[in-house]
């Protein structure tokens, strides 16, 4: 088992960086791969970014690629998300969430496929 805890979440203005972090519990962080997922006021959770357990695959939605970074310290057990030019769309909880693999591609964008989730953080943008 792997437990999650997010970070970093805050209000920012429009045009700004924020960088989520994601730690994780447990001994065998490297056998996860890692995602990110974002739910706005009144809509369904939805896959923002992934990568898989050893950091060199990474895979996005449309609405942050090229914005947007995952990455992944497995000696620290944490997984990140640097947002770059962020939009009052972007305002949501983001969510960390990891399942068991150890493929070497990003197979997993789907909520569920992932066992295990943090209890997530806000981001607020302002226009």
């Known amino acids: 088992q792997v437990q999650l805890v997010e970070s970093g979440g805050r209000s920012v203005q429009a045009g700004g960086s924020l960088r989520l972090s994601c730690a994780a519990s447990?001994?065998?962080?490297?056998?996860?791969?890692m995602a990110w997922f974002h739910q706005a006021p009144g809509k369904e959770r939805e896959f923002a970014a992934a990568?898989?357990?050893?950091?060199?695959?990474?895979h996005y939605a449309d609405s942050v690629l090229g914005r947007f970074t995952i990455s992944r310290d497995n000696e620290k057990n944490t997984v990140y998300l640097q947002m770059n030019s962020l939009k009052p769309e972007d305002t949501a909880v983001y969510y960390c969430?990891?399942?068991?693999?150890?493929?070497?591609?990003?197979?997993?964008?789907?909520?569920?496929?992932?066992?295990?989730w943090g209890q997530g953080t806000q981001v607020t943008v302002s226009s």
């Open positions: 447990g001994r065998t962080f490297s056998s996860y791969a």
């Open positions: 969430a990891a399942t068991l693999s150890r493929r070497p591609i990003v197979v997993h964008t789907t909520q569920l496929e992932y066992d295990y």
């Open positions: 990568i898989n357990w050893s950091g060199r695959a990474t």
